[in-house]
């Protein structure tokens, strides 16, 4: 059984930076394209960045474009999301997905097949 465990969330003032981790257990990530999601109160869950099994290519949502960072350590089996110049409407809970095995950085929640728990990401004005 895979668990992904996200951490680094928080609370951050407007303009600040986090560093969110997903680490696994029950399974390595080499091999499989991650993906980050979020969900905001009263929003239906959305897509943030994805990262292909290499890490060769990535994709962003256009919010979020130019100020997220999404990168992987294969090594210590963990996925990251830098995210600097953090806005309001930033505020979520951040979840790490497990997507398809060798393939691209995919955007469609429907091919992520495990989740994490989500992390909450508060940024204050």
């Known amino acids: 059984q895979v668990q992904l465990v996200e951490s680094g969330g928080g609370l951050v003032q407007a303009g600040g930076s986090l560093r969110l981790s997903c680490t696994a257990s029950g399974r390595t990530l080499s091999g499989y394209a991650m993906g980050w999601f979020r969900q905001a109160p009263g929003k239906e869950r959305e897509f943030v960045a994805a990262?292909?099994?290499?890490?060769?290519?990535?994709a962003y949502a256009d919010s979020v474009k130019g100020r997220f960072t999404i990168s992987r350590d294969n090594a210590k089996n963990t996925v990251y999301l830098q995210m600097n110049s953090l806005k309001p409407e930033d505020t979520a809970v951040y979840y790490c997905?497990?997507?398809?095995?060798?393939?691209?950085?995919?955007?469609?929640?429907?091919?992520?097949?495990?989740w994490g728990q989500g992390t909450q990401v508060t940024v204050s004005s």
């Open positions: 997905a497990l997507g398809p095995l060798m393939t691209g950085a995919t955007t469609n929640a429907d091919e992520y097949a495990y």
């Open positions: 990262i292909s099994w290499r890490g060769r290519s990535t």
